[in-house]
């Protein structure tokens, strides 16, 4: 790639840049499309609910003879459940509050005590009676969801305190003296997880069973959590762990409607946002799991998630099936002690990434922040530590590119002995044994940034996915786990944004003098590579400028302090590396080198070349 290519495809991408700033729509534009598409999509889901109150009417609150033998009709045993008053029950600890109401004996909202929404407001995962939890069965020759029947608490108690010992709510919907269908809950001091049994006694009669299982649906409505709607998009997903213990989940980066049918059994199911989740756990196991994602059209909401899933059941007499809920951070240890694989919904990485940030990254970050609470200082330190740690690698590079630089004299004449293109062959013989009589590898310089690279991607995953960034500041930064903004734009640029992130700013020009520094040390051997050297200087702080700009502050100041302390090293080491000393060692190297001896990879380059150029005088005698 010459140079002339290089700039024809900036020029490309600043036209293009150009041409969506131009024809991009104003403010007032854009929020008159807002105002119109939210009216649309309000209309269109009030005549949704009309629809759904006209099918669900015979299960409301209608009291004339003939609605309630309809009721009957399609209802059977469950008819005296279509009715009745939707109270609530409270059942709280010391770090969560949830609501359960009467109205398909469901929890109704669930809110986390110690967090706050980014506009301050009290932090609730779900709420309302447009989410859904309930079974749906097969009875009466009718399909029964019990999410729009009316359930009776065990208490008239509202209130419901874990604080010392733990706590029960029973919330049944009875079909006859004998049989009921009971929701058991259980929450207990100091825990994220809430127990939830469900027990079908003299249900046999009542529910016909299919294929040993019985449907469980659950939906759910995400609302907004964080500062940036397009950052926490990106974590917003719905997650599920196999029976065996192997971790998915469906696409966040991808939009509309996402739909996953599992055949394999599943231990639980995630609905999960950028820092917190809901978690339904099977103390057995799932079935014939299917799984939904969609945007969700209204303002402040980020998607809508939904579970169809199987609970193996018997039918017999006396039956209970135990599940339980997670609601809570995704905080690495807290998931963790729970022993139930939760702690895999953090997006730390794969592989060797991943057991970077679990067993390195993670602990120094804990034991820091024992001792400290500004989470700037702690990541300061935490960079400095990893800098000093990789010093020996960095150091390694530099000496090794020290020397490439010191044998640029003589690497510029074998260029100029072989000028020709197809004397390539031997300009390559020729520098490979020059290479190998001083004794320096080319790859030298490479293996041990190459070592790097996982920690650069480690951090990469673990600045946006920590719960402990999440509306703590730093400088002019509101919130670490958010972009930061010093000027909001009254337009918006395309794969930039609307706003001047000074964090990413500073990782940029950072990146710029780090690339020129490293260039101009290089000196004319980038001369062969124009292209190169203006992809690596300009090109790349360019792009990251524009990739990182909506990018998490803390990812952003932790990329800028390690390109800070890098050029700090760099100076520092350029003062105890003397280049006619390495020289010296150079030479002394080949003087006491045995004679060079053609290895078996140079021996068959002499052998292509040989044919090469047989090959070619053939061609030449023919065109004779």
Not at 51 to 70: I, N, V
Not at 449 to 468: K, N, T
Request: with cysteine.
């Amino acid at each position: 790639m010459d140079r002339n290519t290089i700039i024809g495809l900036v020029l490309i991408f600043l036209i293009m840049v150009g041409f969506g700033w131009l024809n991009a729509p104003s403010k007032e534009e854009r929020m008159a499309a807002a105002r119109m598409a939210d009216s649309l999509r309000q209309v269109q889901a009030e005549e949704q609910l009309q629809r759904a109150q006209s099918q669900t009417a015979l299960q409301a609150t209608s009291t004339t003879p003939t609605d309630s033998a309809t009721a009957r009709a399609q209802l059977g045993a469950f008819a005296a459940a279509a009715q009745g008053s939707n109270d609530m029950r409270t059942m709280e600890n010391d770090l969560m509050r949830v609501r359960i109401a009467n109205r398909g004996g469901r929890i109704h909202s669930v809110e986390l005590k110690g967090y706050t929404t980014y506009g301050g407001h009290p932090l609730v995962l779900f709420s309302g009676d447009e989410n859904t939890f309930g079974l749906q069965f097969w009875g009466n020759n009718n399909s029964i969801e019990t999410n729009h029947l009316y359930f009776s608490p065990s208490t008239p108690d509202t209130l419901l305190l874990a604080s010392d010992a733990e706590q029960q709510l029973i919330m049944r919907l009875q079909t006859s003296d004998s049989a009921y269908i009971d929701y058991i809950y259980t929450m207990r001091p100091g825990s994220y997880l809430m127990d939830l049994d469900v027990r079908f006694h003299g249900m046999e009669r009542s529910i016909n069973t299919r294929g040993g299982m019985i449907d469980l649906n659950w939906l759910m409505h995400s609302p907004q959590l964080e500062k940036g709607l397009t950052n926490e998009k990106q974590y917003t997903t719905v997650g599920y762990m196999f029976h065996d213990g192997e971790y998915e989940e469906l696409n966040a980066r991808k939009d509309g409607e996402q739909r996953k049918e599992l055949s394999t059994k599943v231990k639980w199911v995630d609905f999960k946002q950028q820092f917190f989740s809901s978690i339904l756990v099977a103390k057995g196991h799932l079935v014939s799991t299917t799984l939904l994602m969609d945007d969700h059209p209204k303002a402040g909401y980020v998607r809508t998630f939904g579970a169809r899933v199987g609970l193996p059941f018997d039918g017999k007499p006396d039956e209970t099936i135990g599940l339980s809920f997670y609601f809570g951070p995704n905080h690495f240890k807290t998931m963790d002690d729970y022993e139930m694989g939760f702690e895999k919904v953090i997006p730390l990485g794969r592989n060797i990434v991943r057991w970077i940030n679990k067993y390195v990254v993670i602990n120094v970050f804990n034991w820091l922040n024992r001792s400290i609470s500004n989470y700037g200082l702690i990541i300061l330190i935490l960079t400095l530590l990893l800098k000093i740690v990789l010093f020996p690698i960095t150091y390694k590079s530099y000496t090794s590119s020290a020397k490439m630089r010191v044998l640029r004299p003589q690497i510029e004449e074998i260029n100029a002995k072989y000028p020709k293109q197809e004397d390539a062959m031997k300009k390559q013989q020729a520098t490979m044994a020059l290479y190998k009589k001083v004794g320096v590898s080319p790859m030298g310089g490479c293996l041990p940034m190459l070592i790097q690279f996982p920690i650069l991607i480690a951090m990469y995953r673990f600045f946006p996915a920590s719960v402990e960034l999440r509306q703590q500041g730093f400088l002019w930064a509101d919130d670490l786990s958010a972009y930061d903004s010093i000027l909001s734009l009254p337009f918006s640029i395309p794969w930039y944004g609307d706003h001047v992130s000074l964090f990413a700013l500073l990782m940029a020009v950072t990146l710029f003098v780090q690339s020129k520094m490293n260039a101009d040390q290089m000196g004319s051997t980038n001369n062969q590579m124009p292209g190169m050297k203006f992809m690596m200087t300009w090109m790349m702080p360019i792009m990251l400028l524009f990739m990182f700009n909506s990018f998490s502050a803390g990812l952003n100041y932790y990329y800028f302090l390690a390109n800070l302390i890098t050029l700090l090293q760099t100076f520092v080491i350029r003062q105890l590396i003397d280049d006619e000393k390495v020289l010296a060692k150079l030479h002394a190297h080949a003087q006491k080198a045995a004679p060079p001896t053609k290895s078996k990879w140079q021996q068959r380059l002499e052998q292509m070349q040989r044919q090469q150029q047989e090959m070619q005088r053939q061609r030449i005698n023919k065109k004779r």
